[in-house]
């Protein structure tokens, strides 16, 4: 157990629809990434948050967003769904200072 | 652009042997590398990380080798047992230092009885 936490583990939705995701951090650590993982994309960073400020962005659509609040928890809101947005959606954490990220169980979303 | 990629998508070894799971990095700015290992239905999991400035570093039955005059980094698992069987996947910092993760497309180590 890394420590990270997400919900939910599983969403099952429709194209067109919103979604948001819940990550909390390990107690401490300040930043947090999310990362898209699909079977033809591969690990793919989406966007870092460092004590509730955007830090780095990777290939992100303009249809997803994301927030880090007060409390270092961080949501990442997707919309519009496409089909193709069905993936495993991981939320990492790390301690200020270290590279090392500590990834989450994942929420598996599905969109049909 | 940039990328990261393993030579080997699938590395079958028979339990108690040493495994090998190589990776090709593109990215000459990178000076962080990490490997994960991630099981079925489960987040990426650390093993092992190493700085530029490092060309070996050692961990509990893992050893990370670094050739940056190649780009290379591979990830030795000594006395591989069942557990270790799953996806490992390599990943670099890119850009200089910055903490977004490059990942490879990940080697499947399968541990055969």
């Known amino acids: 157990d890394s420590g990270v936490t997400q919900t939910p583990k599983h969403l099952i939705t429709a194209t067109g629809q919103r979604v948001t995701l819940r990550c909390s951090p390990r107690?401490?650590?300040?930043?947090v990434y999310w990362y898209q993982q699909s079977l033809d994309q591969g690990l793919q960073f989406l966007i870092q948050?460092?004590?509730?400020?955007?830090?780095a962005k990777g290939n992100i659509l303009e249809r997803f967003s994301a927030q880090q609040f007060p409390d270092l928890h961080s949501e990442l809101n997707l919309s519009s769904l496409e089909l193709g947005d069905s993936a495993l959606y991981f939320c990492?954490?790390?301690?200020?200072?270290?590279?090392?990220?500590?990834f989450g169980p994942g929420t598996r979303l599905t969109v049909l | 652009g940039e990328s990261v990629g393993l030579h080997l998508p699938t590395l079958s070894v028979q339990e108690g042997d040493n495994s090998i799971i190589n990776c090709a990095y593109s990215?000459?700015?990178?000076?962080?590398f990490i490997w994960y290992k991630q099981e079925s239905g489960k987040g990426p999991q650390f093993i092992i990380d190493?700085?530029?400035?490092?060309d070996k570093r050692q961990g509990q039955r893992v050893t990370v080798l670094l050739n940056k005059t190649v780009k290379h980094l591979s990830l030795q698992i000594a006395a591989t047992q069942p557990g270790d069987s799953a996806v490992y996947f390599c990943?670099?910092?890119?850009?200089?230092?910055?903490?977004?993760?490059?990942f490879g497309t990940g080697t499947q180590l399968k541990v055969e009885l």
């Open positions: 990492a954490s790390s301690p200020r200072g270290y590279n090392e990220q500590f």
């Open positions: 190493i700085r530029s400035n490092m």
């Open positions: 948050y460092y004590n509730g400020e955007e830090r």
């Open positions: 107690s401490g650590d300040l930043s």
């Open positions: 990215n000459s700015a990178s000076d962080y």
């Open positions: 990943a670099e910092n890119g850009e200089g230092g910055g903490n977004k993760l490059t």
